[in-house]
Protein backbone atom coordinates (compact mmCIF):
# COMPACT_ATOMS: atom_id res chain seq x y z
CA UNK A 1 0.00 0.00 0.00
CA UNK A 2 3.28 2.77 0.40
CA UNK A 3 4.90 1.61 -3.21
CA UNK A 4 3.06 4.69 -4.74
CA UNK A 5 4.34 7.04 -1.92
CA UNK A 6 7.73 5.23 -1.88
CA UNK A 7 7.77 5.34 -5.98
CA UNK A 8 7.23 9.33 -5.67
CA UNK A 9 9.97 9.58 -3.16
CA UNK A 10 12.50 7.46 -5.03
CA UNK A 11 12.05 8.96 -8.55
CA UNK A 12 10.76 12.83 -7.94
CA UNK A 13 11.49 13.86 -4.53
CA UNK A 14 14.55 12.78 -3.37
CA UNK A 15 18.23 13.71 -3.54
CA UNK A 16 20.91 10.70 -3.56
CA UNK A 17 23.18 9.21 -5.94
CA UNK A 18 22.81 5.26 -6.29
CA UNK A 19 26.58 5.24 -7.33
CA UNK A 20 27.41 7.01 -4.39
CA UNK A 21 25.72 5.55 -1.43
CA UNK A 22 27.63 7.24 1.49
CA UNK A 23 27.41 10.81 -0.56
CA UNK A 24 27.41 13.00 2.42
CA UNK A 25 24.68 15.05 1.03
CA UNK A 26 22.52 12.60 0.07
CA UNK A 27 18.58 13.05 1.54
CA UNK A 28 17.76 9.85 3.86
CA UNK A 29 15.00 7.42 3.74
CA UNK A 30 14.18 5.47 7.04
CA UNK A 31 11.98 2.87 6.57
CA UNK A 32 10.82 2.49 9.83
CA UNK A 33 8.31 -0.50 10.00
CA UNK A 34 11.16 -2.68 8.59
CA UNK A 35 8.88 -5.88 8.12
CA UNK A 36 7.81 -4.08 4.65
CA UNK A 37 11.68 -3.96 3.57
CA UNK A 38 10.48 -5.42 0.03
CA UNK A 39 9.68 -2.05 -0.75
CA UNK A 40 12.91 -0.52 0.23
CA UNK A 41 14.79 -3.52 -1.61
CA UNK A 42 12.80 -2.83 -4.58
CA UNK A 43 13.28 1.09 -4.90
CA UNK A 44 16.75 0.29 -4.28
CA UNK A 45 16.81 -2.22 -7.08
CA UNK A 46 14.51 0.70 -9.25
CA UNK A 47 16.74 3.17 -8.82
CA UNK A 48 20.09 1.44 -9.75
CA UNK A 49 21.84 0.67 -6.03
CA UNK A 50 25.46 -0.63 -6.72
CA UNK A 51 25.92 -3.36 -4.12
CA UNK A 52 29.66 -3.82 -2.86
CA UNK A 53 30.23 -7.70 -2.18
CA UNK A 54 33.69 -8.92 -2.28
CA UNK A 55 35.29 -6.36 -3.66
CA UNK A 56 33.04 -6.26 -6.53
CA UNK A 57 30.67 -3.42 -7.73
CA UNK A 58 27.38 -4.87 -8.85
CA UNK A 59 23.88 -3.76 -8.73
CA UNK A 60 21.05 -4.90 -6.83
CA UNK A 61 19.57 -7.81 -8.67
CA UNK A 62 16.49 -9.50 -9.74
CA UNK A 63 17.84 -12.36 -8.15
CA UNK A 64 18.49 -10.87 -5.03
CA UNK A 65 15.10 -9.71 -4.65
CA UNK A 66 14.45 -13.39 -5.40
CA UNK A 67 15.80 -14.20 -2.41
CA UNK A 68 14.56 -12.37 -0.21
CA UNK A 69 14.77 -13.61 3.49
CA UNK A 70 17.08 -15.96 2.55
CA UNK A 71 20.23 -16.92 5.03
CA UNK A 72 23.00 -14.85 3.77
CA UNK A 73 21.36 -12.94 0.84
CA UNK A 74 21.68 -9.22 -0.07
CA UNK A 75 18.16 -8.82 1.05
CA UNK A 76 17.03 -9.94 5.05
CA UNK A 77 13.75 -10.06 6.37
CA UNK A 78 14.54 -6.24 7.82
CA UNK A 79 17.03 -3.83 6.46
CA UNK A 80 20.09 -4.08 7.53
CA UNK A 81 22.48 -0.99 6.91
CA UNK A 82 25.99 -3.23 6.84
CA UNK A 83 24.59 -5.65 4.25
CA UNK A 84 22.76 -3.72 1.15
CA UNK A 85 24.19 -0.05 0.61
CA UNK A 86 21.36 2.86 0.52
CA UNK A 87 19.98 1.26 3.70
CA UNK A 88 20.44 3.96 6.15
CA UNK A 89 19.86 1.93 8.87
CA UNK A 90 18.99 -1.49 10.56
CA UNK A 91 15.30 -1.49 11.33
CA UNK A 92 12.85 -3.91 12.94
CA UNK A 93 11.47 -2.93 16.39
CA UNK A 94 8.86 -1.19 16.05
CA UNK A 95 8.97 3.14 16.43
CA UNK A 96 13.09 2.54 16.29
CA UNK A 97 12.98 4.09 13.01
CA UNK A 98 11.26 7.45 13.22
CA UNK A 99 12.56 7.78 16.11
CA UNK A 100 16.25 8.00 14.56
CA UNK A 101 15.24 9.59 11.63
CA UNK A 102 13.93 12.56 14.17
CA UNK A 103 17.95 12.18 15.52
CA UNK A 104 19.29 12.33 12.08
CA UNK A 105 17.70 15.09 10.97
CA UNK A 106 18.44 17.14 13.76
CA UNK A 107 21.97 16.08 13.70
CA UNK A 108 22.09 17.66 9.75
CA UNK A 109 20.61 20.93 10.80
CA UNK A 110 22.91 21.20 13.55
CA UNK A 111 26.41 20.23 11.03
CA UNK A 112 24.69 22.39 8.77
CA UNK A 113 23.87 19.51 6.48
CA UNK A 114 21.99 20.16 3.71
CA UNK A 115 20.15 16.45 3.12
CA UNK A 116 16.58 15.92 4.46
CA UNK A 117 15.20 12.94 5.73
CA UNK A 118 12.00 10.83 5.01
CA UNK A 119 10.42 7.95 7.20
CA UNK A 120 7.96 5.92 6.43
CA UNK A 121 6.02 3.76 9.15
CA UNK A 122 3.54 2.11 9.92
CA UNK A 123 0.21 2.94 12.11
CA UNK A 124 0.61 0.48 14.56
CA UNK A 125 4.16 2.12 15.22
CA UNK A 126 2.15 4.99 16.95
CA UNK A 127 1.16 2.95 19.47
CA UNK A 128 4.62 2.16 20.69
CA UNK A 129 6.06 4.06 23.88
CA UNK A 130 9.69 5.44 22.13
CA UNK A 131 6.92 7.39 19.89
CA UNK A 132 5.48 9.12 22.60
Given at each position: ?34 H ?10 L ?47 L ?10 A ?27
Amino acid sequence: GCAPIAHALWTSIMNYDPKNPKWINRDRFILSNGHASALLYSMLYLTGYDVKVACALNKLTLDDLKNFRQLGSRTPGHPECDVTPGVEMTTGPLGQGISSAVGMALAGKLDKKDYRVYSLLGDGEIQEGQIW
